[in-house]
């Protein structure tokens, strides 16, 4: 079965900082690979998607993430952070494209001033 | 477009207590999805409708059940609630060129008291 881990439950980093969060996950063949973005009380919003193609994708807000086959790796990064992004994040796999999602645990967000 | 709608967006309840959800996806949007959040748990996936039919289901108890119109708007029950029922119920509708991507809306919080 598949599974995604996102080791680190908070991050806090400064105003203007960069920013990479981790996700590894589990799956035997190519996995669809996503980003989400949780706002308090709010749904989850898509910031990426990967299932083929260039293995650096580029999402709103100024995110990216890179796949890594070799690492079952799909790492969020920002260059810049700003207040606005603290949030939860997700990483989540899905094992086709018509198939259902499965969830990491998160990462909270938080951005000091 | 308009994005994924749910209603109600609160709901208080009691054991033991029946609640009906609704979900109306993304126009042109032919499958929805139901994912139950909670903060001991996480993002669960419950079940997926496409073209009226039960796609696919998650390990949840017979109390929840679902249904798709045939206009796509989907409803959730959950039937005699559990104190532990009390959760964010999140429906997504899936689009993308594959059909890949899962667009959430804003979720109903259920609490049951």
């Known amino acids: 079965a598949q599974s995604v881990t996102q080791p680190d439950i908070h991050i806090t980093v400064s105003e203007g900082a960069s920013l990479e969060l981790r996700c590894n996950y589990s799956y035997g063949a190519t996995p669809y690979l996503f980003w989400y973005v949780q706002s308090p009380g709010q749904g989850l919003q898509l910031l990426l998607k990967?299932?083929?193609?260039?293995?650096l994708v580029q999402g709103i807000k100024g995110f990216e993430a890179e796949f890594k086959r070799s690492q079952s790796s799909f790492n969020l990064r920002k260059p810049s952070v700003h207040w606005s992004d603290a949030a939860e994040y997700f990483c989540a796999v899905g094992e086709g494209a018509g198939n259902m999602l499965t969830f990491g645990g998160g990462t909270r967000l938080m951005v000091k001033p | 477009k308009a994005g994924v709608t749910q209603t109600p967006r609160y709901l208080i309840k009691t054991r033991g207590q029946q609640v009906t959800l609704s979900c109306s996806p993304i126009s042109g949007h032919r499958s929805v999805s139901w994912y139950q959040q909670t903060p001991g748990q996480g993002l669960q996936f419950l079940f997926e409708?496409?073209?009226?039919?039960?796609?696919n289901k998650g390990n949840f108890p017979g109390r929840f059940s679902g249904r798709q119109f045939s206009n796509s708007r989907s409803e959730m029950n959950v039937s005699t609630l559990e104190l532990g029922d009390s959760a964010l119920y999140l429906c997504a509708s899936r689009g993308g060129l594959l059909g890949e991507t899962q667009y959430f809306g804003p979720g109903t919080r259920l609490l049951v008291l």
């Open positions: 990967y299932f083929s193609g260039d293995t």
């Open positions: 409708y496409f073209s009226e039919t039960q796609r």
